[in-house]
């Protein structure tokens, strides 16, 4: 019950958040594409919570072991970056949709194919946590809950899958919106904040995780397939 509470708690937390991003910066609700963004991402969200809420209770736990305790200054800095690479630039489409218009707005279809990307990334981050029952929001070894190497599924494939689909959530999120500007900027600005957060947690995954060193040389995409 304790669970299921604090992942309401969160879910409310997580639709507030990006309703105040988006409506707030224009000073009003009056934005179809938000709203209606808003709607796909609470009911993908209530859907997704509440399989794994009966199938895999503990990947919505890992979420929850935050280990700030042990968490090092660097990857405080990196997870700070990271999150305002993640949330600034819903802010900055509506913004730009209804003052700035930086560039061209994208066609219909761009959008379309905007709100496909989300939804992909929405998919890639649910099945990083089905297959990795340790992808805490920071970096540290799980001892007590038994951390072991998830190698298999996605992760067979990438090895930070969740951080590639955090890319296509934001990315097609902004590009939905109708903003092509933010969507160059969330594009940048997550892609080196996680690139940098990357470097950073290897090193602890390679010094503390066993198997780490040669899951890395079995699978060599970190993040962004062909390209790193």
């Known amino acids: 019950m304790a669970l299921v509470v604090k992942t309401s708690i969160g879910i409310g937390f997580q639709i507030g958040i990006f309703g105040a991003l988006a409506f707030l910066p224009i000073g009003t609700t009056n934005f179809p594409a938000a709203i209606l963004w808003l709607q796909v991402f609470g009911g993908a969200v209530v859907l997704s919570a509440s399989y794994l809420l009966v199938a895999r209770p503990a990947a919505l736990e890992a979420r929850m072991r935050a280990g700030r305790e042990e968490q090092t200054p660097a990857d405080r800095l990196a997870l700070g970056l990271m999150s305002l690479a993640l949330l600034l630039p819903v802010a900055l489409a509506s913004r730009d949709v209804f003052v700035w ?13 905007g709100m496909a990307i989300f939804l992909l990334g929405f998919v890639i981050i649910v099945m990083s946590m089905l297959q990795n029952e340790y992808a805490a929001p920071t970096v540290h070894i799980q001892e007590a809950a038994g951390h072991k190497l998830a190698d298999g599924g996605i992760y067979g494939h990438v090895r930070h899958p969740m951080y590639l689909g955090f890319l296509l959530f934001t990315a097609g999120t902004t ?20 690139i940098y957060r990357i470097g950073l947690e290897e090193v602890t995954l390679c010094e503390e995780l066993p198997g780490y060193v040669a899951y890395t040389e079995k699978v060599k995409t970190r993040y962004l397939p062909f390209i790193y």
């Open 175 to 194: 590009l939905w919106l109708g903003s092509i500007a933010a969507t160059l900027f969330a594009t940048i600005s997550l892609s080196a904040t996680t």
């Open 101 to 113: 218009q930086l560039l061209p707005a994208p066609s219909p279809f761009f959008q379309v194919f």
